[in-house]
């Protein structure tokens, strides 16, 4: 066989070609071969499980650290990466770069001899409080999520959804009620944290979890002013706060509580029985469309989110040539190889 690499889904973005196999965010432990190098891309459920495995796996500091605080485990055979710094694999070069998702987060370009891919992994195209926006560098064949890869999903300016949020939260306070923000431990919680760290003067309250994960940041030089919350009934001797906790904590250990969410799915109402604020991690629609153009890439492969719909958009409307990433059929790496 004389394929110069090959790409697909295998539970998890494989590339190979005729000497190595590199895996990127494979979702589980068994989806890992013996011979397989393992990229995590950053610290959020559904993309590190590379971490639990004992093979060679490579990442952020970061983002190890991240995973070693939500899993309380120790990471083995580990190798640190650093944004823009190229490994070698042979005749493969791996290069991280900025993802602007969470601390820690990175895409990877991988270059052959004759062509370059770049796996963004999850990603934000705008600055925010404490990310900056991913990097779109010129590539062949791009790999890209496709979460809110549908028109509906048109996020407002991120400045004015931090206004809301502070303005919502003011509100309640003034009527002695608790704004309580129920967000991902990583990334969404300290976005909301520094909002009224830079913007007021409140206290900050956070569940054990997301203390927790502060710390990382802390040591990552994002400073962020909070105080630890272990028995949510304590908050009634508060007068002026506001409480950020995780999803799953929904129900209240004290009455004045009013609680809100912040995620991109706020736009299609999935939340609508409970106030949403639309601050997202991810690229919306319009973001998507410019980080393809801004790639160049010849060839897209959608990977997750509106993987068919955005395909057909890309294809039909804007004459790219895209398609849902191929799914790889198991088969031994040997066999591959000759
Ligand atoms: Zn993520």
Redesign the pocket.
Known sequence: MNLEFEIGWQNGIVIRNNKNRLIFDPVSKSSILKEDIVFIT?S?AD?MSGFATSEAKYSTEESKNIYEKIREKTVTNFNPVKINQTLNFDDLQVTPLNAG?MLGSVQYKIETPNSSILYTG?INYVDTLITEKADAVECDTLIIEATFGNPTFIFPKRENVYVEIIKWSLELLKNDKIPIFHVYSAGKAQEIIKIFNEFTNLKILTHPRISKICKVYSESGVNLEHSELNYEYEIIKERSCVYVTLPSKRKLNFDNGVKAVTTGWVINDTYRYITGFPLS?HADFKQLISFIERTGAKKVFIYTGFKKAFSNYLSKKLGINAEPIPILPLRNLKEFLF
Do not use: S
């Open positions: 950053h959020h993309h998702h999850d991690g």
